[in-house]
């Protein structure tokens, strides 16, 4: 009895997702990520996917371009969702600098010191001051939806040496993207940034060409950086590194009220899937960089403070010349300020 009943019971939900299926959608949203099924972004849509479509009703369905199949480069894909040939996409903060500068404040070094930390402060107020920015600067085209993970934490590593404060920096030729924020945190720590494109960096490490980088722990891992030399890593975990997820605004208001929650509630599953995913990843990944010989240092809390100290004139020069870099900075410290207090409080009552 209890199988048949069980039999019943699946058959009328495989049933009710054909009926959903079958539904013509009112709404198709096209979304594309410059990744691989491997990444935490591509986790982050197939949740999202999942989400609006189920709790739509089948009223909207999700396409999901992966790779560069709609655009290949951050400038061209934001100007997709302007135009509206693409409705949602992932860029990171380097990826969206060029159109909206201030979004660099994700890049700025130790503002934020824990996961904890970084996932309240992106799910709040800050979010939305950043998109009511980028709104302004895009004549209400472009509307960020959320700001989510893609990779973790990036962290100082190199061919050399240990380095346990920014003194063992000096000299080193670290690897950076072709951006202001990141060339002058490198240079703050006293070592040489030398802008690299990504996929020239392993033959760059092999060659000397630079001595370090500044990436997560899955990325190091996933263009298996140890083959070239790369054995040292300090986790200073000096960037959290931000996914910002973009939409057309113009197919977002054309939606009635009811779906526009859907999507507005689809993010929000969406950002917790690239908080978690990350996390997991790194598991084996950590495992993986120390079996093939690699040194992992943690900083002391006296020594992370030397790295913040070490960092604190980016914070001058953002703010004088990055466009909305005062606001944004402001908007980013009390954010992480009225985190870390609630945190406080709630560990006190946690551990008591």
């Known amino acids: 009895m209890f199988r048949t009943t069980l039999k019943a019971v699946s058959m009328a939900a495989v049933l009710a997702v054909g009926a959903v299926a079958a539904q013509a959608a009112d709404f198709t949203i096209r979304a594309t990520a410059n990744s691989n099924e491997n990444d935490e972004d591509y986790d982050g849509l197939v949740v999202f996917k999942n989400y609006v479509e189920s709790a739509s009703n089948g009223a909207i369905k999700v396409d999901l371009f992966i790779g560069t199949q709609l655009c290949s480069k951050g400038a061209e894909c934001l100007q997709g969702v302007a135009d509206g040939s693409i409705d949602v996409y992932i860029s990171t903060s380097g990826g969206a600098s060029g159109i909206f500068p201030y979004v660099q404040v994700l890049d700025l070094p130790y503002l934020m010191s824990s996961d904890r930390v970084a996932e309240a402060v992106l799910s709040g107020d800050f979010t939305r001051t950043m998109r009511e920015m980028a709104l302004k600067d895009s004549d209400n085209k472009i509307r960020l939806m959320t700001i989510g993970n893609t990779g973790g934490w990036r962290n100082f590593a190199n061919t050399k040496h240990r380095v346990r404060t920014p003194a063992d920096l ?24 030398t802008p690299i494109p990504w996929p020239e960096l392993f033959t760059s490490l092999q060659t000397g060409v630079v001595d370090g980088s500044k990436n997560g722990i899955t990325d190091i891992m996933g263009m298996k950086f140890p083959d070239a030399g790369l054995k040292y890593l300090t986790l200073d975990g000096h960037a959290y590194m931000g996914a910002l997820w973009w939409m057309n605004n113009d197919k977002f208001m054309s939606m009635p009220e009811d779906l526009r929650r859907v ?10 899937a690239t908080f978690a995913s990350p996390k997991r990843k790194s598991i084996q990944a950590y495992q993986d960089f120390i079996a093939q010989g690699g040194d992992i240092y943690v900083p002391t809390p006296a020594e992370k403070a030397e790295f ?8 001058d020069w953002f703010k004088a010349n990055v466009r909305g870099g005062p606001e944004i900075f402001d908007a980013m410290t009390a954010a992480v300020a009225e985190a870390e207090a609630k945190l406080a409080e709630d560990l006190a009552k946690d551990i008591n």
């Open 170 to 193: 000096k000299g080193l030729k670290i690897r950076t993207v072709v951006a202001d924020l990141p060339q002058e945190l490198v240079k703050a720590m006293g070592a040489s940034p």
């Open 263 to 272: 999507v507005v509630d689809g993010f929000a599953e969406l950002q917790q």
């Open 308 to 315: 913040k100290a070490a960092a604190a004139p980016v914070y």
